[in-house]
């Protein structure tokens, strides 16, 4: 028994070699696998690394940022830029550090080379709105129509102008002074009124100031009836055929109306849209070129 038990008293020791022998080998083998798929992931995230970077850079190479902006931000379908925004540290009228301004550009697909540009900046003389476009609109209100206010900071009215091409005169729309609204040439050039159908006043009232015309002279009168199927024909000796001819309403017209039938040295009628009309008016002639 006890060499029996000596005996086997070893077996164990020898099986508790072979199993930690057994061990350490799967232990390397599983710590080799780890290593083998740890470079085999580092060499596949490298790869996806590499392609990330040729993407990038492709999109950066392909993107056609606004030369000399400070910043951009656009759209596009992978090529180049559609439409952008873009900060400049100048602007186009005054091409100076300090004056910054912000620009925006669309290439309409139907028409790539027509200049579309707008831009907020300023020159020498202030703010400015630029465009490249031949046209610039506003669209105002919510379907009904919109109001276009101009007015003037601390309490200094508002002035409206329309430059000629070189720069050098403007029509004027100029109500700076609360009593006194002026619209006007900045030269002092005469200023033309046209329509087809003539200038029309729409607040009754008649001419109380101004110059004074001799009523028999053929220039100025009062017509309070004669209306015939929307016309009536008024005696004016003094009218020519460049003349022209005020009419202001003291009642209430019916319908619109317009001068036309000029007879130089005879007068002239007034025609309504209206066939009933019975307006009251002042008429009053300017001679002549």
């Known amino acids: 028994m006890e060499g029996s038990l000596n005996g086997t008293a070893h077996v164990p020791g020898i099986f508790k070699g072979r199993s930690a ?15 083998i798929t740890l470079i085999s992931f580092n060499a596949e995230m490298e790869q996806s690394l590499v392609h990330m970077r040729a993407d990038v850079d492709a999109l950066y190479a392909a993107r056609e940022v606004p030369n000399g902006a400070m910043w951009s931000v656009g759209t596009g379908s992978g090529s180049a830029y559609h439409e952008w925004a873009a900060f400049y540290p100048e602007s186009t009228l005054w091409p100076y550090a300090g004056a ?4 925006f550009t669309d290439h309409t697909s139907e028409a790539p080379d027509i200049q579309r540009d707008f831009e907020i900046g300023f020159y020498r003389y202030g703010p400015t709105w630029y465009s490249r476009h031949f046209i610039t609109e506003f669209w105002l209100g919510s379907g009904d129509g919109g109001v276009l206010s101009v007015a003037g900071n601390e309490q200094g009215g508002g002035e409206l102008q329309v430059r000629n091409p070189a720069d050098s005169d403007s029509i004027m729309l100029r109500f700076t002074d609360a009593n006194h609204p002026v619209i006007r040439t900045e030269s002092g050039r005469a200023l033309h009124f046209w329509a087809r159908e003539g200038l029309v006043s ?3 009232h008649v001419f109380q100031d101004g110059i004074a015309f001799a009523h028999d002279g053929g220039y100025i009168g009062v017509v ?6 929307g016309a009536v024909r008024v005696t004016a000796p ?17 319908g619109r109306w317009w001068v036309n039938d000029l007879e130089p040295g005879a007068g002239f009628t007034l ?10 008016f002042q008429w009053m002639v300017i001679g002549s070129r």
């Open 21 to 35: 022998v057994l061990v350490s080998v799967c232990s390397l083998s599983a710590a080799a696998f780890a290593w």
């Open 100 to 103: 910054p301004s912000l620009r």
């Open 202 to 204: 729409e607040t009754p």
């Open 224 to 229: 309070k009836s004669g209306w015939q199927q």
């Open 238 to 254: 003094g009218v020519r055929a460049e003349s022209l001819v005020f009419i202001t309403p003291m009642s209430e017209p019916v």
């Open 271 to 280: 025609n309504s849209t209206a066939p009933g009309e019975t307006m009251q």
